[in-house]
């Protein structure tokens, strides 16, 4: 896709209620239903004080509270109102989505026309005994209805049609209404860019700008935020303590925001024994009828290998097999002495048609000194689990147009995408388009477009049989059309 639409739920729910977002607050075209509307958010909560069962309230009338209370209305609305608060102390809901993908190639047969059905189901525990303590826990089922136990990719990797997982699990609290812990797992969110968000340091995964929304589960942290409230600032200190079973492994981070005027600004960074040092810097300003964002990251003893040189299957023998000896591989080498930079650049613009609608147009661009200029390495990045989607090339560049509820289609939205990997010339343009029908139902839908060279974003694999080591070859015809249909409800 290239763009998120609808429903998209970019941002979790975070634990600080005086506190603002750390993401960033400007509109983004396609989140009109974030987490925060359905997963809790940040909204403020009543303290859960119930009344006691011997308060004295006015009479009602009510029958069944003269039953419930043998004809004692003041006891019987007390129950009422008790149960009525420990109902707003803990909230259980969830999200479940259903999908279905086929994705076209070159040159289709009937056979070809790969399908795909990834869904899953979301099921959260909100509590909130009062303000100032709130407990999350949220799990999700994922299950493939077009795999099953046993299959393969094409690749020979196995796949898993079902899996739970434990997406977060955190408790949140403050000091003195001064400083708010959260601690568990716990999504967090950075980066000003709409496609790529190389400041995003705490996530192992990057952001797939072609989900519908962000899919990636919760991070295990220690989260300490001070918010400076009338200087606008924030200031978060965290403990990475994801697969750290030693005092030693555990990484830290830290993230500085401000607010001047129009400007939001933010500065963070990470470090760890084994890990790389990150430092990142963003900006989020309004020219004019311009909102301007910019982030960038620079790398420090990052321990990933990269790969440099040529990559040929040699001379094939008359069945068309490789001989492991003739094969030409790239050469590995390692840039941890390096600092690797990564910069987006985007902007983004309101266009009012009438009194009430309007559309958004905006256009990013990043470069990726981690990247590849050289397409013909892909297939050996492949077989070395090196190939990272959206973070492969050196130069890319996205735009997109967004409409929600035009005129009186107030439920419906569509958005026009394209992404381009311009170091290997592979390009894809999707429409999306949604509607809210039922209140709580969503439906979405796309087609997407690949051309341009063969490459990144229009992947194809040709991998003849390796004697002693392989007997069939592998091909993987590059895609020309895909679509989707999904539906969503939120409880």
Known sequence: MIAVIGWALAEEPTAEPTAPPESEPTEEPAQENRDDDIFGGQSEVPAADAPTPNETVPETGDRDADLMSGGDVSRATGIFATLEALDQRVTIGGRLYLRLNASI??????????????????LFVDARPNERIRGYVQGRLSQSLSSQAGDTTALGEAVEPTKVILDQMWLNFDVGRKVFLTVGRQRVKWGAGRFWNPTDFLQPSRLDPLAFFDERTGVGLVKVHVPFEKAGTNLYVFADIEGADAIDQVGAAW?????????ELAVSGSVGKDRPTRLGAQVSTAVWLFDLKAEAAITHGLQTEFYRGGFDWGPLDDDGAASFLTIETPEAYTREDEWIPQVVAGLEVPIQYNDEDSIIIGAEYFYNDAGYD????????????????FYLGRHYAGAYVYVPGPGEWDDHSFT???????????????????????????????????????????????VPPILGLTEDPISVKPPVVDVGIGAMINF
Do not use: C, K, M
């Open 255 to 263: 993230r500085v925001e401000q607010v001047v005027g129009t400007t």
């Open 416 to 462: 026009v995408s394209t992404i381009g990997n311009l170091s290997d010339q592979s390009y894809t343009s999707r429409l999306d388009y949604s509607v809210r029908a039922l209140t709580f139902l969503s439906i979405n839908a796309y087609v997407a477009g690949h051309y341009g060279n063969v490459g990144e974003l229009r992947f194809g694999l040709d």
């Open 374 to 389: 050289d397409a013909s390495l892909y297939p050996w990045l492949v077989f070395n689990d090196a190939f990272t989607p």
């Open 105 to 122: 190639p070159e040159e289709a047969e009937p056979a070809d026309v790969t399908l795909s059905s990834p869904n899953f189901l979301d």
